[in-house]
T-cell receptor, first 110, second 116 residues
Framework: EDQVTQSPEALRLQEGESSSLNCSYT??????LFWYRQDPGKGPEFLFT???AGEEKEKERLKATLTKKESFLHITAPKPEDSATYLC???????????FGGGTRVLVKP | ETGVTQTPRHLVMGMTNKKSLKCEQH?????MYWYKQSAKKPLELMFV???????ENNSVPSRFSPECPNSSHLFLHLHTLQPEDSALYLC???????????????FGQGTRLTVV
């Protein structure tokens, strides 16, 4: 059975304290891996797509990387506005339906 | 503004009521989706429409009935719901469904549904 597991479930950081979020997956025929950010009471906001092992994407303080078994979302020198739940999702070869992990809640304190 | 608009934002309904959720996308996408987000659970895919045809129904109870009259609009009709159906219902769209690429889905803000 396809599984997407995110860790940790929650992460408390001081402003400026860099850290990494993990998304591990067991999916046959991975087509793409996606990172989303979700603020409370809102829909997920698209961040990155990664298609192949070794690929990296960056956006401001966020950097996503992909291996054959997992993806990392690195947050460099976070600010309080980076506080959110970060969701990882995957698609398989047939059809673009997203299978989501449980998310990591990030709280960045000033 | 993501280009995907959901109404209403909040809905409280009794178990015997009938209501509908509406989603509209202004992105020119060909695929639309309904997802359910419950507390402490990952986002769950409910339905997929590609070019107005339903291509996926993830074992969703018949008290949820989707409708896609055109590629810009998606509805979720609700009837005789249970309290455990209370959740955030999210609509999303993406460029295509079958290609496997360009799968970035853009989400609406969701409808917070409470069944009493």
């Amino acid at each position: 059975e396809d599984q997407v597991t995110q860790s940790p479930e929650a992460l408390r950081l001081q402003e400026g304290e860099s850290s990494s979020l993990n998304c591990s997956y067991t999916v046959s025929g991975l087509r793409g891996l996606f990172w989303y950010r979700q603020d409370p009471g809102k829909g997920p906001e698209f961040l990155f797509t990664l298609y192949s092992a070794g690929e990296e994407k960056e956006k401001e303080r966020l950097k996503a990387t992909l291996t054959k078994k997992e993806s990392f979302l690195h947050i460099t020198a976070p600010k309080p506005e980076d506080s959110a739940t970060y969701l990882c999702a995957v698609t398989k070869a047939a059809g673009n339906k997203l299978t989501f992990g449980g998310g990591t809640r990030v709280l960045v304190k000033p | 503004e993501t280009g995907v608009t959901q109404t209403p934002r909040h809905l409280v309904m009794g178990m015997t009521n009938k209501k509908s959720l509406k989603c509209e996308q202004h992105l020119g996408h060909n695929a639309m989706y309904w997802y359910k987000q419950s507390a402490k659970k990952p986002l769950e895919l409910m339905f997929v429409y590609s070019l107005e045809e339903r291509v996926e129904n993830n074992s969703v109870p018949s008290r949820f009935s989707p409708e896609c009259p055109n590629s810009s609009h998606l509805f979720l009709h609700l009837h005789t719901l249970q309290p455990e159906d209370s959740a955030l219902y999210l609509c999303a769209s993406s460029q295509e469904f079958w290609t496997g690429f360009g799968a970035e889905a853009f989400f609406g803000q969701g409808t917070r549904l409470t069944v009493v």
